[in-house]
């Protein structure tokens, strides 16, 4: 993965402070080759081991090996003490403070800040002319600690911001799918059936009615309409439904198809997306009992009971079980929880429970004496 912006800059200001301290290092020669040679070296060292703490740490990682790194950077700060005048390890020990506070826990790190604030506090004490410049170098210790550990914390907090939006592109890309595969399901299952239902009735019709079969070729073609406008409206995301119009063109479908319908609905107003739920559930319902049963009568019934809107659709024709089936087309939901169970025409039944659990509410197909109930509960 490329470095982003934000840790582009993070690796260009932490290196800018490392070189002004190295910078400084050089005045050492001020006192001679002899000093400042060992400073210029020990530096060096201490920019290696803070390349290698810091590189990881931008990264999210630990150095290999850690925290052997991290001693080693400790190790060259304060060496300088045993052979340079004046506290050597004031100019490296700030970038040791950013390392500590980026590897190890925040409160570890803290407290072992303070530990170098007091060590620097006593050995660059020189007397009361230059408490002003101890204090200086002291306080470069926890500002340039603080400083680097924001970089870093900057620098990851983008990485994770940047993960979590590919993460929700690529669920929001999911989504989308899913989607789009539970509407053609739902959608089209009906208006398939019923071409194939009136195309059959009108090929038994053509030779002794041909006036009927030339009115189901119509019908036909009516269907196929509204089945590629079904999937223009699945393509563009939206499906409006009407409750009561899906009962009309189920109790017209199940009635051409010689099944006796009674339908009663309650006349109550509901919210979008439960009568929608509820009209997916009619859809879907009466597919599987055209597809899956041999029924003679089905009822569609709704009621609204305090804040629940529930829809019942029940035939009197289940077929015996077959492999992985319970008989007019669905298997029931496990526990009757909303999410749960297939449908044997593929993912039915699951559709209607995602359906009716984003309307508050659930979905259960059960088995009765010799025929099927599939109901709805939503949100009122």
Request: glycine share 12%.
């Amino acid at each position: 993965m490329l470095p982003s912006a934000a840790q582009r800059l993070a690796r260009w200001l932490i290196t800018a402070v490392a070189c002004a301290y190295t910078v400084i290092t050089l005045t050492y020669f001020q006192n001679g080759v002899a000093y400042g040679l060992p400073a210029a070296a020990t530096m060096v060292a201490v920019l290696a081991a803070h390349f290698v703490n810091m590189r990881a740490g931008l990264r999210g990682e630990r150095p290999p090996l850690h925290p052997l790194p991290l001693v080693l950077q400790a190790v060259v700060t304060y060496l300088p003490d045993l052979t340079l005048p004046g506290g050597g390890s004031a100019l490296p020990a700030p970038l040791l403070a950013g390392a500590l506070l980026t590897l190890l826990p925040l409160p570890w790190g803290s407290a072992l800040i303070v530990l170098m604030m007091l060590y620097e506090g006593w050995a660059l004490w020189a007397g009361p002319g230059f408490a002003f410049l101890t204090a200086f170098y002291v306080m470069t210790v926890p500002t340039t600690g603080a400083m680097t550990y924001a970089l870093v914390r900057l620098t990851r907090v983008t990485a994770e911001l940047q993960e979590a939006r590919a993460e929700l592109a690529d669920a929001a890309v999911l989504k989308e799918r899913l989607r789009i595969s539970r509407d053609l399901h739902d959608g089209l299952g009906r208006s398939l059936t019923a071409i194939a239902l009136k195309g059959d009735l009108a090929g038994r019709l053509i030779e002794r009615d041909p006036a009927s079969a030339r009115t189901e070729v119509g019908e036909l073609v009516q269907v196929a309409r509204e089945a590629a406008q079904d999937v223009r409206q699945v393509a563009r995301g939206y499906r409006a439904m009407s409750l009561s119009g899906e009962v009309d063109r189920a109790v017209a479908l199940l009635e051409s198809s010689g099944v006796s319908v009674q339908a009663h609905l309650a006349h109550a107003a509901l919210p979008g997306r439960s009568e929608q739920a509820l009209a997916w559930g009619v859809r879907e319902g009466v597919t599987n009992v055209l597809r899956h049963s041999r029924a003679t009568t089905c009822t569609i019934t709704t009621s609204v009971h305090g804040g629940t809107a529930r829809l019942e659709i029940a035939n009197d024709g289940a077929d015996p079980p077959g492999p992985g089936t319970t008989g007019g087309g669905l298997v029931p939901a496990a526990g009757a929880g909303a999410g749960t169970g297939t449908a044997a025409a593929g993912g039915g039944l699951t559709g209607l429970a995602e359906r009716a659990a984003q309307a508050g509410g659930t979905c259960t197909a059960t088995p009765t004496d010799g025929g099927f109930v599939l109901a709805m509960e939503v949100s009122a």
